[in-house]
């Protein structure tokens, strides 16, 4: 699986957007980028994940630029719930194989 | 649907002790996984499985055993605990087309 690379935390204010970079410079043409998140304590949870067109649903949107290189997960209306890491991973999909997580981004969401 | 149940969610084991972390999903998946996490750390692949009877290591086996004989099933044993395996150990199931589901954690301290 590609390596992915984040930046280690970040802030953002209650109510404003939350944007997570990713960089994954050596992702090939079948790897999809996947987002998971992890709240305090408990096992991470599944956010969305795009191959090459931007994403969203009801948690967030994807933005992944043309050359594929990295990426933009947005979270459009903060909230102290969403104080998490975020992890960035890219690998095939449909493949039940393993998947490798990195060491994420710390989002704190400050009121 | 119960998910993905860990138990125990907590122990705490003498070094040279073993002991059975359980895992099991009522999800049908065919991918199943367990992963470590050390504070303040990312999660390490310990072993995966891709369907009954099917086991294979990840990035950190070296202490661990797993089997797979049912679908539902996929316990990890440690046989001869040791401090070094004092973690959160998390255990995840996916199917070829649905994303991983993740239980709430064992926390496991080896003293």
């Known amino acids: 699986d590609a390596k992915t690379t984040q930046p280690t935390s970040m802030d953002c204010a209650e109510g404003r957007a939350a944007n997570l970079p990713c960089n994954h410079s050596?992702?090939?043409?079948?790897?999809?980028v996947y987002w998971y998140r992890q709240i305090h304590s408990q096992g991470p949870q599944y956010i969305i994940h795009?191959?090459?067109n931007n994403e969203t649903n009801e948690m967030a949107s994807l933005i992944i630029t043309e050359d594929r290189k990295s990426s933009t997960l947005i979270l459009p209306h903060a909230t102290l719930r969403d104080t998490a890491v975020y992890y960035c991973?890219?690998?095939?999909?449909?493949?039940?194989?393993?998947?490798?997580f990195g060491t994420g981004t710390s989002l704190t969401v400050i009121p | 649907n119960a998910g993905v149940t860990q138990t125990p969610k907590f122990r705490i084991l003498k070094i040279g002790q073993s002991m059975t972390l359980q895992c099991t999903q009522d999800m049908n998946h065919n991918y199943m996984y367990w992963y470590r996490q050390d504070p303040g750390m990312g999660l390490k692949l310990i072993y995966y499985?891709?369907?009954?009877?099917?086991?294979d290591k990840g990035e950190v086996p070296n202490g661990y055993n797993v089997s797979r004989s049912t679908t539902e099933d996929f316990p990890l044993r440690l046989e001869l605990a040791a401090p070094s395996q004092t973690s959160v150990y998390f255990c995840?199931?996916?199917?070829?087309?649905?994303?991983?589901?993740f239980g709430q954690g064992t926390r496991l301290t080896v003293v």
């Open positions: 995840a199931s996916k199917s070829i087309d649905v994303e991983a589901f």
């Open positions: 499985s891709v369907g009954a009877g099917i086991t």
């Open positions: 795009g191959l090459k």
């Open positions: 050596t992702i090939s043409g079948n790897e999809y």
């Open positions: 991973i890219v690998r095939p999909w449909n493949t039940g194989n393993q998947f490798y």
